[in-house]
DNA sequence: CGCAGCCTTGACCATTATCAACGCTGGTGG
DNA sequence: CCACCAGCGTTGATAATGGTCAAGGCTGCG
């Protein structure tokens, strides 16, 4: 159970982190404004759980039992359709929740995406907890809306954005995710497969392959290998991802 | 001021409605759960204000000052590309709060889509009174978790459906959304224009109308006017919200 | 009655999906 | 240690979904 001390270090790491992309504020984790005595609180609720890469930790339409938050490691969150066509809502970070909604099942689907660690708690214990401790339901709305604000803008993305536009605004908007990798002047680190960036920006594998070749050719960003872009026209890139260029 | 018992009265209202389209409870609003006298201190602090059709209500980058309370009527949440391109995020109606989000600025517009009338609080005075009212932060976090899993199925719609399956899955939507309006056995009233119906659906005036038309010749609908829609056969409609069908 | 605004329908076009082939890379077993 | 294979990524050819452009219809209001 004292593996829970994992959060506050997650926080300050992700305090660390570049601005925010959404609010423009540099991002701030629940912990942050969270006292020592509620962590313990919370810590003595809290179950440590491991996972290794591909593994579920949530399954769409399994009852809603636990509420999970990110101590290591990063997740996918997806949706799927009756058919296989599946959308990634999001990728989550160490210090991020999940499994917060209300509702008796689950209504996404979770899978850790590298070797991850999560602090596990009860639904209804959680409740409590949070009903009495303000602190924390206060950081907890706090980062709801900011969600909201980050879904907004993914719904931007996938009514309205091209190809070219998307992908621009994807890797203008990854490195201010992962708190456990800020990334130095340009540079993109890109966790997940060409498979997942697709299902998380509306596309297929090959538009997405084809759109960074394109950027490439047109000299706004370097592929140094499958994981590593650096950028090499920032400006071209912003212009691209806002519609203009 | 007194009218912000408008509010209370939306809520009832509400509560009479359908079933929620997201977490299948029947849907709550933030008042629900509120006492007598934390109503009237948020009461206290309430400017009333008034919108004709098309006035806009907040406009993205302005100074995020107010926080709103919709005690009448409905209103159109959205973003804009540079080039004009509009993504609605959200319809919005009595009972529904807008501007919470963090930051200094709006990171959307809203305008009212017909006679309107709101509740606005000073931000400022907002947060103290939230900060000393448990049971409105916790109604709020609910709230927000709960268009948190609204924006996550429409991050699926817009990545992942085809026209057909968006127009079908907004009719099936659409009926839970206003609770001034509580549609009798499959009978759906189109508050929107189509613009605004393709601008939500991320599809253009056309498609919309096309794909109308289809459900129309494959009899699952029948258009009784504009506005006013009869679904004919649920069951397929719903096969073909999901994608079979 | 005529006009403006919205909706529908049709013809054509473009973007992106699909299908297919091939290349690279890392791990495994001979 | 090398060769093979599996998995992922890239590239190309073709197809389809939905967008664009254009014309015409309906409805309500002045």
Redesign the interface.
């Known amino acids: 159970m004292l593996e829970f001390k994992a959060l506050p270090t997650g926080c300050a790491e992700r305090r660390r982190s570049n601005a925010c992309d959404?609010?423009?504020?540099r991002a701030l984790s629940v912990c942050a404004s969270i006292a020592d005595e509620d962590l313990a609180r919370l810590d003595s609720i809290a179950e440590r759980q491991s996972l290794v890469t591909g593994d579920t930790l949530i399954r769409a339409d399994d009852p809603a039992r636990h509420v999970f938050n990110i101590t290591s490691g990063s997740i996918r969150v997806y949706?799927l359709?009756?058919?296989g066509?599946?959308?990634i809502?999001g990728f989550l970070f160490a210090g991020d929740f999940l499994g917060?909604?209300?509702?008796d099942t689950y209504?996404?689907s979770a899978e850790a995406m590298e070797q991850v660690t999560v602090c596990r708690f009860r639904k209804t214990e959680y409740r409590t907890l949070?009903?009495e401790t303000?602190a924390l339901?206060?950081a907890?709305?706090?980062r709801?809306?900011?969600?909201?604000?980050a879904?907004?803008?993914?719904?931007?993305l996938?009514?309205?954005?091209t190809a070219l536009e998307r992908v621009a605004t994807f890797l203008l908007d990854l490195p201010s995710h992962d708190p456990a990798r800020p990334s130095p002047q340009g540079h993109i680190h890109l966790p997940m497969t060409r498979g997942e960036s697709a299902?998380y920006?509306?596309l297929t594998i090959e538009t997405v392959s084809r759109t960074l070749t394109r950027l490439k050719t047109q000299g706004v960003i370097r592929l140094v290998s499958l994981t590593e872009i650096q950028i090499e026209k920032p400006d071209a890139l912003l212009a691209l991802a806002?519609?203009?260029g």
Do not use: M, W, Y
């Not at 959404?22 to 504020?25: L, R």
């Not at 996938?158 to 954005?161: E, Y």
């Open positions: 959404v609010c423009g504020a949706k359709l009756a058919d066509r599946r959308q809502t917060l909604a209300t509702g209504a996404f949070i009903r303000p339901e206060s907890l709305l706090t709801a809306h900011h969600e909201l604000l879904a907004q803008n993914q719904i931007l996938l009514g309205r954005k299902d920006l509306g806002e519609g203009n």
